[in-house]
C-alpha cells in the first residue's frame, strides 16, 4: 500500500515538473494557448508504472536478500538453471554439442557469397570474447584490477603486422609468437606493480595502456604512427587462394577455435592448484600467502595468462581487418571488455561469453539506437549493479568426488 | 621444567621487538616451543600477543630480535624478514584471530589452498593434465577430505564456507593450516565466539591434533578454562612485555599475572 501512496505521489511531482513542457503549447499562429491534459495523463501514468516497477523490484531484492542470509544453505536449496545444467552432465553435453553444430554451420546459414556481413560482425565480437576470457582470467580469477588489458591486444595486433610485413612470417607462425609477446608484456606489467592494490593498481595498469599507445602513435618509423601499418596479409590456408567470403569464414572458424581453447583451458586451469591458488588470492591476500602461496609467482602467472589471450587473439585482429592503428586499441576498448567480465560474473566462463556477445552485437545491430547506445549501456550497467551485483551467472564451484565409501564408513562411526 | 630440556626445540624467539611508529607493540620477547608441546600466550587485549604472532610467521618484519626456526631434520633458519610463504613452506602455520578464510570458495577448497605449497602442478600441466597432475589432485582432494573428517567438517565440504558457522569456520582454518604439513601450528584465539559446548569439542580437537598430526602448537587464548587444561606451558604478555612463564600451576599462582591478566577480567 505505501508502494502505491509513494508511486502516487512520485507521479504527481513528475506531472507538476512537464507541466510547463508537456501540457502548455502557445500556438504562435493562431496566439492561443493550448492545454493538452492527454500529456499530462500519459506522464502520470508512466511515472506511476516505473514507480511502482521500481519500488517492487528492490523491495523483492530487499526479501531475497533477507531470506537468503537467514537461510544456512542457499546454495543447497534452490538450483538456478545452470546450477541444474552444470549438475547434470548429460544434459549439459548435449546443449555444448548443440551450441557447438550451430556455431559450426552459423556462418553457411547468414553469409551469401557477395554478402557475409554478418560473419564479420560475428568474427569481431567473437575476438571480443576471447579478450572477455583472457581478462577474467586476470580479473575474475585473479582479482587484479587492469583498465589497461587492450594494450596487450595491441601488442599481439603489432606483433603479427610486424613480422608479417618486415620478414614476411606467415600468420600461423605469428599467431603464438603474438601470444608469447603479449605474455611477456602482462609480466614486464606485472613486476612493477606486484605490491599495488585498489586505485593505485588501477592508475597504474590505465597509464601503462596510455604509454603503449602514445608510443604507437610517436614512434611512427616503426609503428607506422597514428596512420597505422597497412596491408597486411589475410590468414593463410595452405597456400589456396580464398574468395572474399571464404575469408571471412575460415578467420571465423580460426576464432571460434581460439574461443573453444581460451574456455577449454581455462577451464583446466580454474579447477587446478593454479586456479585455486588465484582465487584465493583474490579472495584474502595476507590469507594466501599465509598459506604458503607464492605472491608474486601467482600475480604474475595471472597477468601473463591474461595477456596471452590478448597477444593471441590480437594477431587474428590484425590479420582480419588487414589494417590496424592506434586508434583500434582506446580506453574504451579497455573499459568495454572489464564490463563484460563484471557483468558476466566474476570467473564465471558462461557469463562472460554471453557477455561479451550481448556486448558486441547488440550496438552492431541496434545501429539506430547508436546515439542511444551509451546511455543504455550506462543504464544496464547501474540496473546490473542494483539487481545483480554478483553478475548475470554465478560462478560455480566444481563438487570434488571423493571416496564416498570411506565417507559411509565414517558416518557409520559416529 | 627439566624434562624439556631434553626434547628438541622447534622454536627460538630471542629480544623480539615489533615498533608500530611511536607504539611499541612488542618488546624484547623471548619464547621457547619444544617437541610435542602446547604452550600458551596470554595477556589482557591489545599486549601485542597477535603482533608476535604476526611477526613469527612474517606479516610483520620485526624492528628487532631474532626467530629461529629448528625444523626436524633439517637445519636450523632465521627466519626474520622472511616471506609468509617460505616460512609457512618451511613448517610452520597459523590461524587468525579474525576469521580470514576464502568465502567464495568451498570448504574444501579452502583446504586445498594449504596443500598448494606441498604440490607442484605447474600451469602446463594444469592445462594438459597429465597423469603425475591427476594423481596430485587425487592426493590433495583426499588429504584435504580426511582433514575435513578429522575437525569434523566433511559433511560441508561442497558448501561455501562464508555459508559455515562461526565455531566451523574456525575449526576449517586449523585444517587449512594443518594441510600444509606444519610441525608447528600457531592458532589465534581459537574459541573466541564459540559457545561453551564448542569450546569443550576444541579442547580435545587440539589435544588431538598434537598428538595425530605430530605438531606442537602454541595458542593464543582468552579462555582460562581451555588453556589451564591443556598447555603444558603459559607464556604471559602485558604492554608488548613479557611478564611471566611457567606451567600452568605456577601462572595461576603468579602475584603478577593476578594483577594483570586476572585483575583486568575483574574489572570487565
Ligand atoms: N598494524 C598495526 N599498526 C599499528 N598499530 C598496531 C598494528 N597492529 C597492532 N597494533 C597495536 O599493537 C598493540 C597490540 O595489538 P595486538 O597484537 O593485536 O594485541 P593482542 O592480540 O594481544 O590483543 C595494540 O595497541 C594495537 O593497537
Ligand atoms: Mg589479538
Redesign the pocket.
Known sequence: MTHVKRSLGIALWFMFLTLPLMVVRVNTVSREIEWRWHNMALVGICAFAIAWFWQFSIERRMSKLAQVSNDKHPELKKPTWTQRLAADPVLSRRVLIAVGALAMVFPWLVSTGQNFYHVNVMVSALIFVVLGLGLNITVGLAGLLDLGYIAFFAVGAYTYALLAKTFGMGFWTCLPLGGLMGALFGVVLGFPILRLRGDYLAIVTLGFASITKIVLENWDTVFGGAAGIANIPRPDFFGVELTGREKAVYTYYIVLGLVALAVLVTTRLKNSRIGRAWMALREDEIACVAMGVDMARTKLSAYALGAFWAGLVGVVFAAHNNFINPDSFTFMDSAMILAMVVLGGMGSILGVIIAALALKLMPEYLRAFAEYRMLVFGAVMVLMMIFRPQGLINDMRRKYEYDTAEREDDDGGK | MAANDERKKLLEVSGLT?D??G?R??DNVGLDIYEGEIVALI????????????CVTGI?EPTRGDVKMLPPGRPARRINGMKPNRITELGMARTF?NIRLFPAMTVLENVMIGRHCRTSTSIVDAIFGGRKAAAEERESIDKSYQLLKKVGLAEVADEFSRNLSYGAQRRLEIARALATDPFLLLL??PAAGMNPQETHELDALITRIRAEEKVAILL?EHDMKLVMNISDRIYV?EY?KEIAQGTPQQIKENPKVIEAYLGEEAHA
Open positions: 615489533m608500530f611508529g607504539l607493540a612488542v595477556g589482557p587485549n591489545g599486549a601485542g600477543k597477535t603482533t608476535f604472532f604476526n610483520y584471530q589465534d584465539e593464543i604478555m608488548g
